[in-house]
């Protein structure tokens, strides 16, 4: 009715009431669940996602919004390369939106800080969501096998062969002033042991849940089997007896320890992401060439068939630790020259 153009004028003061609303205009007043969100990336291009609900506490009004992601100096232009928000816009008075997170080109051991605005038909109009995000030592994304694990396997099937062997030796000895038959015995039934404890070590660590280490456990046993035949198929073996229970006894001790031995390292590298597979043949090779040591300690490192045992387990067991150092490096050096084009915090 004080409209400068008259054109404009309500004609009288019943017109003007009727052209109010049945109920006074008042706008949506929007609430949101979180006020900032916090993100731990624990691995290389991992995607995270984290919900925020916002709603509408005035009845009768309709809210609505639409997202955006604050300019920050070390973002490119344009689409925010790493963070998204479903829906970037909606029209309701409860809505639950997905902030997701896609670290594959972060860099890794740092904090980043972002903020997220929420544009809206509000009084306040705008709102302010807090974003951090926070990413882990970035692990090779090919994992090798460390050494200290492999050195303390080496060394443990070096003492346990040795000590085996050794006493071995020793009954195999007495035995040997009554019988050469016994003696060979002896070698055969303490072979038999040990496939027979690898066998029963991987059978526990079945049981305790280490499916990797019990099948390098099984092989293990298996190989020993082998070697079994063999020397039952070269050499005269006497019946069963006092000396042949002794050496089953013996080996089968020996067996339990290495079996155990090898499958706990086995499991330790699957544990850090290592290919089971590489794991129990370069687990099984330290072994190995663990034993032919022993051996060597025990009946002299000129026996041919030490040489031979040395020979067969060193030379593949060296080849695959310089083969899995070649990949730590390049794989290392892939990482860097991959930092070059991450966005910085």
């Known amino acids: 009715m004080v409209e400068p153009s008259v054109k404009e004028r309500f004609q009288n003061a019943k017109a003007a009431l009727e052209a109010l609303p049945d109920h006074p205009m008042r706008l949506p007043d929007a609430r ?106 970035a692990p090779l994304r090919i994992r090798s096998a460390t050494l200290l694990p492999l050195v303390v396997l080496n060394s443990f099937a070096i003492a346990t062969t040795w000590l085996t062997s050794s006493i071995a030796l020793v009954t195999g000895s007495v035995a040997l002033a009554a019988s050469t038959l016994i003696s060979s015995t002896v070698i055969f039934s303490t072979a038999a042991g040990v496939a027979i404890g690898c066998e029963v070590a991987a059978w526990m660590l079945s049981v305790a849940g280490a499916s990797s280490g019990a099948s390098a456990g099984v092989i293990g046993g298996v190989i020993m089997g082998i070697l079994t035949v063999a020397i039952a198929l070269t050499q005269t073996i006497a019946v069963p007896g006092t000396a042949m229970l002794a050496g ?38 330290t072994t190995a060439f663990g034993a032919s040591l022993g051996l060597g300690f025990t009946f002299g490192f000129s026996t041919l068939l030490v040489i031979l045992a040395l020979v067969g387990t060193g030379l593949p067991l060296g080849g695959l630790l310089v083969y899995s150092l070649m990949q730590r490096v390049r794989t290392f050096n892939e990482q860097k020259r991959s930092q070059q084009h991450l966005i910085r915090p």
């Open 248 to 285: 089953v006894a013996i080996g089968f001790v020996g067996g339990i320890i290495l079996g155990g031995a090898t499958g706990v390292v086995v499991e330790h590298f699957v544990n850090r992401r290592i290919n089971p597979e590489a794991a129990m043949v370069i687990s099984l090779l």
């Open 32 to 137: 949101l669940s979180q006020s900032s969100l916090q993100f731990v990336v624990t691995r290389i291009g991992e995607v995270l996602t984290q919900t925020v609900t916002i709603s509408n506490l005035v009845p009768e009004t309709q809210l609505q919004g639409e997202w955006k992601i604050a300019p920050h100096p070390h973002d490119p232009v344009g689409a925010h390369p790493w963070i998204m928000v479903n829906p970037s816009d909606f029209e309701g008075n409860h809505k639950d939106c997905q902030i997701l997170v896609h670290s594959d080109r972060l860099m890794p051991n740092k904090t980043y800080d972002r903020k997220l605005l929420l544009h809206t038909n509000t009084a306040a109009q705008t709102f302010t969501l807090n974003l951090q995000v926070r990413t882990v030592q």
